[in-house]
């Protein structure tokens, strides 16, 4: 989720410092923090599914060692923590909190870019780019995987294109945000679809 209203500009373009490159959170520290900040066990789950499929195109696609994997992990598992309580300061609340807890630079920095309408900030590194991509495109699948009897289970590409195309379906989900994101990488979306559908689907 990217869009909250209303629309609040971060008014800077540089996150965190240098000199904490490589200093974040653990896996555990991350799920606690989300236990106390997330108690809407939906958002908490498209964040773990956002983290899931970020950590998978890092390793797979990027060919990132498990260390940077879990930067990637951890930004998708965050991006969103500050969402529901505090909607009208999404993400400067999570970001400063993370730059008080010393975190690395490029996480705070792919947060502060999922949404650059929204908060004023432009995707700059691949794992900016791709939370961008995954953020809106995952909480569409999940939406689309809800009504479905079978959830995940026979999904194919061309059911999501068709309802990407079907302006009342999830008419939350901004399909300019979408394309957008979609424009700074070179990847086609029905790849990025399938992506997602294989590494989100059992993510509990
Ligand atoms: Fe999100």
Known sequence: MSSPSPIL???RSTFGDPANKDNFPTL???????????????????????GAVMKAW???????DERTALKWELAGL????DW?????????????H?????TDPDIIHCIASHGPKYFGV????TMDKMIYVFDELSGFIHAAALIRPTRYEGMDVKSIMKKLK???????????????????????????????????KDVQ
């Open 28 to 50: 555990e520290e991350a799920h606690a923090l989300l236990a106390e900040w997330v108690p809407n066990e939906r958002l908490r789950l498209h964040m773990k599914q956002v």
């Open 98 to 102: 993370l730059e008080s807890l010393h």
């Open 84 to 96: 529901e309580k505090h909607p009208d300061a999404h993400c400067r609340v999570i970001i400063e």
């Open 122 to 125: 432009e995707p700059e590194t």
């Open 58 to 64: 890092a390793l797979e696609r990027e060919g990132a």
């Open 9 to 11: 500009s971060l008014g």
């Open 78 to 81: 965050l991006h969103d923590a």
């Open 166 to 200: 079907t302006p009342s379906f999830a008419a939350q989900v901004s399909r300019d945000d979408i394309n957008d994101a979609l424009s700074r990488i070179d990847t086609p979306l029905e790849e990025i679809i399938q992506f997602i559908i294989d590494h989100q």
